[in-house]
């Protein structure tokens, strides 16, 4: 009998424990707005998004860039940055503005959550927008998995949470699973919530924290299901989010 | 219109922000083993419970105490130390062996949220065994309310936070919340699995352990809802766990 395959959430990055990602695929999540947004980016004809941690780093890379092919996103405190082209809101990236620039992006959240999923084998990005094409590579890909939610500054997030619980129902459809106490945990946020996202979204801190700033729109358009039939994936050297795999068979949301 | 009143659940003792307990009243759970323990122990007639980070540390304590009157328990890998009294098992402490001893207990993972509960105005300890009086307390009680799972070795435990959302379910029933994110997924967990209790527990990765380690018995005893009636209460100067409330009006498990 073929051994159940490891399908493990962690609620934050720091939860993660060490060497535990090695020889492992890693989705990365960071709904509210990073991952989704690194998706709405490439859709838009973004080559490539390079994930930084710090303003001034992002601003050194960008200059080091040729003008023109370049865009300097990102966010502090869920607001844009002065002198960057862009923020976090998903819709902000255009096919006008997007086209063959390489996106330099750094957020208070998202961007951890993916420097740790850099030690896996494999990592994908994904919000609501491209689940279903997230979860068909995962069914192709024979590798324990890993989802990491990015949460907000340190607490955990429900809608990561959420995201990540119905990539759990998902795989734990495809075949016999080995869940940690963290899956567990996501899969039941999926159960209560998955039919209402709109409205988990909504009433989560970092939904809440959006609507205070003014960002509604953003909820909307982190809560558009399959939107997107792309999976962006993370590659080494330099570190960047490239377009992986592209296509969806089915939609795979169950609620 | 009176503010709602916060209810937050913090899934690891890590995950408490620094300073947010000033002015609270904090539950700490860690069903399996150590808050089953301490109600078990006080219950069974033991004056006060004396939670001790280190084996070392509990060593030097009880040796500093009167003979006969000190009980020295604990564990490590969920397996007794050697030379202690008693290990982690809740029914090893019978009223023969606990009357009028003071227990100094030494646990991996329940001590440490014991410790950082103690920066609450007020900390009560919780598991399935005292559900109801816990409830009634934090229902008398108006300050804002924060549960620190205690979680296994950094990990999140499915057992924590399914008694966290009970609490929360009981405290949204009992007048208007405000919850933070950590809450709804607790409340999500007990939800699905409040009415498998028994079955939650042992298909938790810390139930699995004791399963592994031969605690079968344990799992049974610590989902044993509202066999007490009394509430642990943290007193200070020492820092030591006493009975506080005794009585439940009424059952509030709801499943």
Known sequence: MAEDREVQVHLLPS???PGQLTGTVAVV???????????HALAAGCVAVRPVAEIDEARKLADSMRAGRVLLGGE???KPVDGFDLGNSP?????????????VLTTTNGTQALLR????????????VNFSAVC??????????????????????????????????????AGEVCLNDGARLAWDCYETHGRV?????EISQGGANLRRLGYD???RAAAQIDQFALVPELRRDPLRVEVGAVGIVKSHWQK
Chains 1, 2 share one sequence.
């Open 76 to 78: 502090r405190g869920g």
């Open 217 to 219: 729109d953003d909820i």
């Open 15 to 17: 939860l993660v424990p």
């Open 136 to 173: 068909e590579q995962l069914r192709q890909d024979t590798r324990p998995v890993h989802i990491i939610c990015a949460g907000t500054d340190g607490a955990i997030a429900l809608e990561d949470t959420l995201l990540a619980g119905a990539m759990v129902d998902h795989l734990c459809d």
């Open 117 to 128: 999923a850099a030690e896996a084998e494999r990592a994908l990005v994904a919000g609501f």
């Open 29 to 39: 999540i960071d709904v509210l707005r990073a991952t989704t947004t690194i998706v």
């Open 91 to 103: 819709r902000e990236y255009t096919a006008k503005r997007c086209r063959n620039a390489t996106l």
């Open 197 to 201: 996202l709109l409205g988990a979204l």
